[in-house]
């Protein structure tokens, strides 16, 4: 019934890990954005273009404005539905600009824009894609429309611009759109693939194979979202641990084999589910021990819970070979009253509640309120 230190954790937990890595590919994109905004402007000072530097400039401080907004948590993109289309939208801007100065239909940024529609595929969802597509084709469109109709100059810093015609334009345009469409339904739909394979990948990790309960990795991340929770109630709340052991599993194991164990470990699995609130969160400690966290419950609640489980499981019967097999468990509670409090200290003291419990006899449920001094 020892317990591993290093389980204890919390803040490396999946999900934690999962939200930091999310966070950090989004401000590698956010310090990119700055870099290469950077790196333009510097480019077209030297040609003396100075709206196009304006411009820059400005997309520049956007760029590390919204840095320092998701640096210091005071945005977290993905959480608000328009934190995908501002940064879109001036990354768009910026872009038919830089093609703009680089000799427009020619120009190589226009690749530029199947980037940004792919990465908005990937990290955002379909949606900001196909708004990247429209977009970034409205804008290629009215950029050589000014051009050809002579309301902004030719530029071009490469080499000696060429003034495009309508043709060119419409074609130029429509192959835009089209490619920017197919990149979005692409990436976004194996991006999507990826996804699902992700989370069925992380759903097996997080899952008890053969009771279909969580295990101990799944449980300390809902105990951090837990405490999360406990921590910023008005009225913090208890969280009750009850520590479960099916009594003389061993035996069981070595007299009718292992595949009678195991159906004796689906069957409290199963009386565990039932008799549980949708809020509550069983889990498979380990072997034949389980750990189920009870959220806002106080100590006679708990009990309450426990002595329904324990008289519930005792009441099953198991046939094998002719013969009727009944088993019974013991049980430790303890509460979190804070989240200042050690969860590692609370999980201990259900362990030795429930080492009591097995030295007066088993089939009992022990905690402070009746454990022996």
């Known amino acids: 019934m020892k317990q591993n230190p290093e389980s204890f954790n919390l803040k490396s937990s999946p999900k934690s890990i999962a939200n930091t890595s999310g966070t950090e590919k989004f401000q590698t994109a956010n310090l990119a954005r700055c870099v290469y905004t950077l790196v333009m402007v510097l480019v077209f000072y030297s040609f003396q273009l100075p709206w196009i530097v304006g411009i820059g400039l400005i997309h520049l401080v956007f760029s590390i404005m919204w840095f320092l907004l998701i640096h210091f948590d005071i945005l977290v993109e993905k959480d608000v539905w328009w934190s995908g289309y501002i940064p879109a939208t001036f990354d768009l801007i910026w872009l038919t600009v830089l093609a703009y100065g680089t000799g427009h239909i020619t120009s190589f940024f226009i690749l530029g824009y199947l980037g940004s529609i792919a990465l908005s595929s990937m990290s955002l969802d379909r949606n900001y894609g196909v708004y990247n597509a429209f977009l970034a084709t409205v804008l290629f469109s009215s950029m050589g429309?000014?051009?050809?109709?002579?309301?902004?100059?030719?530029?071009?810093?490469?080499?000696?611009?060429?003034?495009?015609?309508?043709?060119?334009?419409?074609?130029?345009?429509?192959?835009?759109?089209?490619?920017?469409?197919?990149?979005?339904?692409?990436?976004?739909?194996?991006?999507?693939?990826?996804?699902?394979?992700?989370?069925?990948?992380?759903?097996?990790?997080?899952?008890?194979?053969?009771?279909?309960?969580?295990?101990?990795?799944?449980?300390?991340?809902?105990?951090?979202?837990?405490?999360?929770?406990?921590?910023?109630?008005?009225?913090?709340?208890?969280?009750?641990?009850?520590?479960?052991?099916?009594?003389?599993?061993?035996?069981?194991?070595?007299?009718?084999?292992?595949?009678?164990?195991?159906?004796?470990l689906v069957e409290f699995a199963t009386v565990l589910k039932s008799s549980l609130r949708k809020q509550d969160f069983p889990s498979r400690w380990g072997g034949e021990e389980f750990l189920v966290l009870l959220p806002n419950t106080e100590l006679d609640g708990a009990i309450v819970v426990a002595e329904k489980i324990r008289c519930t499981f005792q009441s099953l019967s198991f046939a094998f070979k002719g013969k009727q097999l009944q088993c019974s468990t013991s049980v430790g509670i303890s509460l979190l009253h804070s989240p200042e409090e050690n969860p590692e200290s609370i999980i201990n003291l259900a362990d030795q509640y429930l080492y009591e419990a097995k030295k007066k006899g088993r089939n009992q449920v022990v905690s402070e309120k009746n454990h022996s001094v």
Do not use: C, W
């Open 145 to 264: 429309f000014l051009v050809y109709y002579e309301i902004l100059p030719l530029v071009n810093i490469i080499m000696p611009p060429v003034k495009p015609t309508l043709l060119s334009i419409f074609i130029s345009s429509l192959l835009l759109g089209g490619s920017a469409f197919i990149v979005n339904q692409i990436v976004s739909k194996l991006f999507s693939s990826l996804t699902d394979v992700n989370e069925k990948l992380m759903a097996i990790a997080m899952t008890d194979p053969l009771t279909g309960l969580s295990n101990r990795r799944s449980f300390f991340s809902n105990l951090e979202i837990e405490m999360a929770r406990q921590h910023r109630s008005s009225n913090p709340y208890p969280i009750a641990f009850l520590l479960f052991d099916l009594d003389l599993f061993k035996s069981i194991n070595d007299t009718y084999g292992h595949e009678m164990g195991d159906l004796v």
